[in-house]
């Protein structure tokens, strides 16, 4: 069983930045691919970013050029990076894993609230 945890949500005004970590663990297995999601009240939930095992990237459209993801030197372990935020970032973002790119992703954490005031 692996477990994703997230954290680094918070409330920050328009413009300002935030750092997301996640790490997943309780297995053995390597975790190949690692994202994050997000999802605002009535709004279908969306893929933010996503890495692989090898540092292969990729982002929304909405989010390029100012958010990043990355991996830290331990292994299942991510950041996303959110810079100049606007209010339409505000959302759950959930972090997510899989060991294989041929399906959805199978690991999720309980998500961290963003809020961006205007």
């Known amino acids: 069983q692996v477990q994703v945890v997230e954290s680094g949500g918070g409330l920050v005004q328009a413009g300002g930045s935030l750092r997301l970590s996640c790490a997943a663990s309780g297995s053995d297995f390597s975790i190949n691919y690692m994202g994050w999601y997000r999802q605002a009240p009535g709004k279908q939930r969306e893929l933010v970013a996503d890495i692989t095992s090898d540092g292969s990237t990729n982002y929304a459209d909405s989010v390029k050029g100012r958010f990043t993801i990355s991996r830290a030197n331990a292994k299942n372990t991510v950041y996303l990076q959110l810079n100049s935020l606007i209010p339409e970032d505000t959302a759950v973002y959930y972090c997510?894993?899989?060991?294989?790119?041929?399906?959805?992703?199978?690991?999720w954490g309980q998500g961290t609230q963003v809020t961006v005031s205007s």
């Open positions: 997510a894993a899989k060991r294989v790119a041929t399906v959805g992703y199978t690991y």
